[in-house]
């Protein structure tokens, strides 16, 4: 399973990523920062809204947050901020894409792939919604590590489980988030699940943006 920082770095790559133009250079920027991880970018199951890729048995999912020139995007964004994230295309796309990968490498690696989730800001509320929402996701998934994910109250709301599946997914869920960044800020006070590491960023004046950003989760590990 990949590190907290790696997770970060991965979701770093993947922005890289989604701005670029040229589908061929962008796969092998991706290839290039991931072998350095010692991953392997699954091109065929990466796109501007899922990164797919491997390390052994280890399969490794991240989703992007908010591209600010993408109107589905800032829909997406206003489904979460209301907690009705269930009906919202954009989510139940990217969760298609997810099982969809899942049943394809449950079938290449014959039923021993281990696989890991990520995210930040809206890439993370993603992460945290499949988990919530889909039992076939949650049961394949060992290791989610998300990143000042968007969270409101109606979004916690949204994402409650029962007890036992509370259970379950606090031993793989970890929510990463700055003290300050106002993204998250509601799960400071309380999350559906998992467990909930804040982090101070290095400069105090920072700006929203900067505090936002996953310099600091890059910078550091548990």
């Given at each position: 399973m990949p590190r907290m920082s790696e997770s970060a770095e991965i979701a770093k790559i993947h922005y890289r990523y989604q701005v670029g133009e040229n589908r061929e250079k962008q796969d092998k920027y991706a290839k290039r920062k991931l072998g350095r991880l010692g991953y392997n970018l699954d091109s065929s199951n990466t796109n501007k809204d899922v990164l797919t890729a491997t390390r052994g048995n280890n399969v490794h999912i991240n989703y992007t947050g908010t591209n600010v020139n993408n109107p589905r995007d800032l829909l997406s964004d206003v489904a979460l901020a209301t907690g009705v994230q269930r009906s919202n295309e954009d989510f139940k796309s990217r969760r298609k894409q997810t099982r969809d990968i899942m049943r394809q490498y449950d079938n290449k690696l014959e039923?021993?792939?281990?696989?890991?989730?990520?995210?930040?800001?809206?890439?993370?509320?993603?992460?945290?919604?499949?988990?919530?929402?889909?039992?076939?996701?949650r049961d394949r998934v060992k290791s989610v590590h998300v990143f000042n994910p968007g969270f409101t109250l109606p979004f916690h709301n949204s994402i409650k489980v029962d007890k036992?599946?509370?259970?379950?997914?606090?031993?793989?869920v970890n929510i990463h988030r700055v003290k300050s960044d106002v993204v998250s800020a509601y799960a400071n006070k309380e999350v559906a699940f998992g467990n909930l590491f804040e982090y101070k960023h290095a400069d105090p004046q920072a700006d929203l943006l900067d505090k936002h950003s996953l310099d600091t989760f890059t910078d550091v590990d548990l």
């Open positions: 039923g021993k792939a281990e696989y890991s989730l990520s995210g930040h800001s809206m890439g993370g509320s993603h992460a945290l919604n499949n988990m919530s929402q889909s039992k076939s996701i036992e599946t509370k259970k379950q997914l606090d031993k793989k």
